[in-house]
């Protein structure tokens, strides 16, 4: 049996958060709820007769990424035209960059959960100018152009990715970065931030690059991992039955989670790339590079390195807990509540995860739920001041997951205090020995293992609440006291 490993590369569109257009004046507006066709200018509109004229802080921001992903930077960039014909594109041509991009060369390192770390290559990252959005309805199509020309950045990796997974971590950690840098604000929902898996797989061991598909229109990165996943699978099931994948653009279709052919490739695609003749060379000085590299924010890596340091948390734990700002912040403003960093790294990093999965939610959306980052403090100290143990904590926390409130005053509303009252429990565990004398006899026979049994039934008595370690103290006198 041949066993198949993934190759994929990603190709990241990212909206750079300008105030103002890549090449006009017009404004930056959301364009999935501003008026259509009202941020344009005969610029952005492909008028004749018009020129651009280039946004430096739309390269300033792309300068930020490039430097984030350990780029280098050329000194020389030109842009390019890339002649295609859609109705989204006004002037019939896209300016974009082609044989002189912004940067080349980069990497980005991800944590796997086996504890490894992998390099991925970034090959380029580029500007270019968004395109309208088209709406299609029944028969016709609507164009909207305020998304034309606004500043987009493409970051494209090399195939380094080996799994659905790997793609998923790179892709988070890659938007971490674009919102710490403050050049996006990572919302796939709404498109802003595109992210593109080339596809293929090959026996593993080979090191072929076999035909690949490209997926299109993913809304989030649970989408990306999934429709990843998917077309692996159905890959590897058409070389196993002997066939051929053929090289595909396809969609991914989220109600029935399944990737759909939206246009079948015979051919490379022709843009006739040539320089842009309207705009002129652009030198960007060593001095420039260096005052943006001066400026960058704590990105990911130094802030999991800090959180080792500082705060004595494991790499791979750490690594989880960046990867979304969203989850990052939302960590920092338990630990602000006063929560002990690793407890809360528990909790988050399992129980909270966990419930996000069932409920299918992104971790990027952590900040919405109903447990607050002071209410998962809260938990933990319950849990460190011996009010309630963990077993306890760990339903609460469902409960406050899925409604909200407050633990401290769902503790005393329930009465799931721990019990640590000796009296109590010294009358529980009597009584457990009483209704169980062929245990007790086996155990003072030297079957041991009896202990862990009792102990068992003597905290299920205690509804879970007793503290364990008491418990297991007295359960332990109260045999010995029966030996002979
Ligand atoms: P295109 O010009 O069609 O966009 P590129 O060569 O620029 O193609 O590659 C685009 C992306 O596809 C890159 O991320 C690259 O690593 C990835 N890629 C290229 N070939 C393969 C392959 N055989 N399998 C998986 N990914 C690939
Ligand atoms: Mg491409
Ligand atoms: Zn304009």
């Not at 494209?156 to 080996?162: F, N, P, Q, Y």
């Not at 090191?207 to 997926?215: K, Q, Y």
């Not at 971790?363 to 739920?369: E, F, H, P, V, W």
């Amino acid at each position: 049996m041949t066993v198949y490993e993934g190759v994929i590369g990603l190709e990241v569109h990212a909206e750079l958060m300008t105030a103002s257009k890549m090449f006009c004046g017009c404004p930056v507006v959301d364009s999935t709820s501003a008026e259509p066709n009202t941020a344009v200018c005969p610029v952005c509109l492909g008028m004749p007769g018009v020129l651009p004229v280039l946004n430096q802080r739309a390269v300033e921001l792309g300068l930020r990424v490039g430097l984030a992903l350990n780029c280098e930077i050329p000194l020389f960039n030109q842009f390019a035209r890339k002649s295609y014909f859609y109705p989204d594109l006004p002037k019939g041509y896209q300016i974009s960059q082609y044989a002189y991009p912004l940067a080349i060369n980069g990497w980005l390192e991800i944590d796997l959960p086996d504890g490894s770390v992998r390099r991925v290559r970034i090959r380029r990252a580029h500007l270019e100018e968004d395109t309208g959005k088209l709406t299609h309805a029944d028969g016709y199509s609507l164009v909207d152009l305020n998304r034309a020309g606004v500043p987009l950045l493409e970051i494209v990796t090399e195939a380094d990715l080996r799994s659905a997974e790997e793609a998923e971590v790179y892709a988070r950690k890659l938007r971490a970065i674009l919102q710490y840098l403050g050049v996006n604000s990572g919302d796939m929902s709404k498109g802003v931030l595109r992210i593109e898996p080339n596809i293929s797989v090959r026996p593993v061991g080979s090191d072929e690059l076999r035909t690949r598909t490209e997926v299109k229109n993913l809304n989030s990165i649970r989408s990306l991992a999934r429709a990843t996943a998917y077309e692996i699978e159905r890959q590897i099931a058409i070389y196993e039955s002997g066939g051929e994948v053929q090289q595909a653009t396809l969609g991914w279709d989220e109600a029935r989670q399944v990737t759909v052919v939206q246009r079948v490739k015979e051919s490379a695609d022709d843009y006739r790339y040539f320089p842009e003749p309207d705009l002129p060379v652009l030198e960007i000085s060593r001095e420039w590079v260096e005052q943006v590299r001066a400026g960058l924010p704590e990105l990911p890596d130094a802030k999991r390195e800090r959180f080792m340091r500082e705060l004595g948390l494991n790499r791979y734990d750490a690594s989880l807990l960046v990867a979304d700002r969203a989850v990052a912040d939302y960590y920092e403003a338990a630990l602000a509540a006063g929560g002990d960093p690793k407890q809360v790294a528990n909790y988050l990093t399992g129980e909270v995860f966990r419930q996000m999965n069932l409920e299918g939610r992104d971790r990027d959306d952590i900040g919405a739920l109903r447990l607050t980052p002071r209410a998962l403090a809260a938990l933990v100290r319950l849990v460190q001041d011996g009010v309630i143990h963990h077993g306890v904590a760990k339903k609460l926390l469902v409960r406050l997951y899925e409604e909200g409130g407050d633990p401290a005053a769902l503790v005393e509303a329930e009465g799931l205090a721990q019990v640590s009252d000796e009296g109590a429990i010294g009358a529980v565990v009597e009584q457990v020995l009483a209704d169980h004398p062929d245990e007790v006899a086996r155990y003072l026979a030297g079957e041991e293992k009896l202990l862990q049994f009792l102990m068992g039934v003597a905290m299920r008595a205690l509804r879970g609440q007793g503290d364990p370690a008491v418990v297991r103290r007295l359960l332990a006198e109260r045999l010995a006291a029966r030996r002979p």
